[in-house]
């Protein structure tokens, strides 16, 4: 069975850094691009980024790419998401999701829980 | 950036009604287009992947079509396990977007 596990969120004070980390079973990690996708309290979905299968291609909303990094641990099976200089604008449930697809991805076939990230004083 | 503009914001259905949930892309994408549903309080799951292709374990009451600027999900009688949030995702160009959704409600 596909599992995702977001771990790491909370609250936050303005300005300060938080990593996510999102642990992935049932499948062979290695094979599979991954991404990050949130969704601030009563919105949408918004598509934060994904990465490759070996690190080496990674892209970003451009409105997020100076503040989040998204990087990932293959021998640990962890998909991770740095966020710097946040702001109540990054107030969201964060979710983790599997992305098939050789050269690119496409869609998100597998979707973690999420994880809810509070930015307040 | 590729905006996904979807319509109606809310539809209000009875069980047993067909409906059709449409989104519409700022410029051609050929079918790179996939659809996800959102239940309350859940993480989105897939049910359409490029337009018009199904996933496995998605009831066939949900199809989807569409090319270049214009798809549709469509669900075929309606149950109550569908009052949800649906939202299309485009895959054609960096950065990948999402359609604001569509909240099917109940009448």
């Known amino acids: 069975e596909v599992k995702l596990v977001e771990s790491g969120g909370g609250l936050v004070q303005p300005g300060r850094s938080l990593k996510l980390s999102c642990a992935a079973s049932g499948f062979n990690f290695n094979d599979y691009w991954m991404g990050w996708v949130r969704q601030a309290p009563g919105k949408g979905l918004e598509w934060i980024g994904e990465?490759?299968?070996?690190?080496?291609?990674?892209n970003y909303t451009p409105s997020l790419k100076d503040k989040f990094t998204i990087s990932r641990d293959n021998a640990q099976n962890t998909l991770y998401l740095q966020m710097s200089k946040l702001g109540s604008e990054d107030t969201a449930i964060y979710y983790c999701a599997r992305a098939p697809g050789l050269r690119v991805p496409y869609y998100f076939d597998y979707w973690g829980q999420g994880v809810m990230v509070t930015v307040s004083s | 950036d590729i905006v996904l503009t979807q319509s109606p914001a809310t539809l209000s259905v009875t069980p047993g009604e067909s409906v059709s949930l449409s989104c519409r892309a700022s410029q051609g994408i050929s079918t790179s287009i996939h659809w996800y549903q959102q239940k309350s309080n859940e993480s989105p799951r897939l049910l359409i992947k490029f337009a018009s292709q199904s996933i496995s374990g998605i009831p066939s009451r949900f199809s989807g079509s569409g090319s270049g600027t214009d798809f549709t999900l469509s669900i075929n009688r309606v149950e109550s396990e569908d009052f949800s949030v649906y939202y299309c995702q485009q895959s054609y160009s960096l950065p990948n977007t999402f359609g604001a959704g569509t909240k099917l409600e109940l009448k």
């Open positions: 990465i490759n299968k070996d690190s080496s291609t990674i």
